[in-house]
């Protein structure tokens, strides 16, 4: 993980913490989309958006709408961090996250016509599609009539910020430049540049930065030494019952197997879900909020609630 100092305008963090002014995210937006738009809405960063209790949620980068139009626009900046392209699985995201804003758009008693117009804008450090466009824009379209669109006001769109192509916009151009090189160019990127100088000084993002490095720290630790605890302890249960079974009557060999594996997956299921609460013990002992242990470990409110009492009683699973 990169010191807050050497973070850039494509690092996540900061890229949430300079949308959300709303001036830098319609020019950004309207760099890209080449177009005009109306004031924006306070972005919205992190937005979290969850429909069902046991659905799964997204957090959107940055959310924020037209004032004027009622448009929505989600922006996400995407990068691989050592990652391949198919694991991202962009279009099945995408078509998630559509999903779940039209599902928060639409509250009891609307029309569906009431849906407002949707834009779901993926920047990306790399070629999502491998064809060398610097822009991928997908509506729906009918496979009968080519060209004829479902008017359903819905569009996704990919931007490469690795693409040279000849018929870019210049706007374009000098923003993927400053993208890629951290270097402005003009006088756009150059107000992003001042703006990211002011915000490296900024004490209370610093802080903001440096906690989130501890927990993800303290995360992966956890995950690493209850990982080793369940390996060694699965392995001398394993290792004890093939041993028995070795003087086993062979008739019964079928029976041993499904009980083994039944065991395994139950003790297995158990461990996992008391080395979570132990976690998230661990990390509200630290001042972890409950915002924080649903970002880093998707915890659920009833989980939240068993890890307090415990941390209340000053005991924990493991004890």
């Known amino acids: 993980m990169k010191k807050y100092e050497e973070l850039g305008f494509t690092d996540q963090f900061m890229f949430n913490k300079l949308m959300q002014d709303p001036n830098l995210c319609r020019r950004v937006l309207e760099t890209l989309l080449q177009t005009k738009l109306s004031e924006l809405t306070t972005p919205a960063t992190e937005k979290e ?129 400053y993208i890629n090189t951290g270097k402005p160019n003009d006088e756009f990127t150059g107000d992003i540049e001042k703006m990211l100088d002011q915000a490296k000084i900024n004490a209370m993002w610093s802080r903001e930065y440096a906690m989130q490095k501890v927990w993800e720290r303290d995360l992966k630790e956890d995950a690493r030494l209850e990982g080793l605890e369940e390996g060694r302890e699965e392995g001398l249960k394993l290792g004890l019952e093939e041993g028995r079974a070795e003087g086993r009557e062979e008739g019964r060999a079928e029976g041993r197997a499904e009980g083994r594996a039944e065991g395994k997956a139950e003790g297995k299921a158990e461990g996992k879900a008391e080395g ?28 939240i609630e068993v890890a307090e009492k415990i941390l209340s009683s000053d005991k924990t699973f493991s004890d």
């Open 49 to 177: 958006i969850k429909e069902t209790a046991d659905g799964k949620a997204i957090r959107l980068d940055v959310y924020t709408k037209d004032s004027e139009s009622g448009a929505v626009y989600d922006a996400e900046m995407q990068n691989l961090n050592r990652k391949s392209v198919d694991y991202l699985a962009l279009p099945e995201r995408s078509r998630y996250y559509q999903s779940l804003i039209d599902s928060s758009e639409m509250k009891e008693g609307d029309d569906y016509s009431d849906l407002p117009e949707s834009n779901i804008i993926f920047i990306c450090t790399f070629d999502p599609f491998g064809k060398g466009l610097y822009r991928y824009s997908f509506s729906e379209d009918c496979e009968e009539l080519p060209g004829f669109l479902l008017p359903s006001r819905t569009r996704k769109i990919f931007y490469n910020t690795t693409a040279v192509n000849a018929g870019m916009p210049k706007g374009v151009r000098n923003f993927f430049e």
């Open 276 to 303: 979570r609460i132990d976690s998230m013990v661990k990390m509200l002992a630290k001042g972890a909020t409950k915002k924080m242990l649903k970002d880093f470990l998707d915890a659920t409110d009833a989980e």
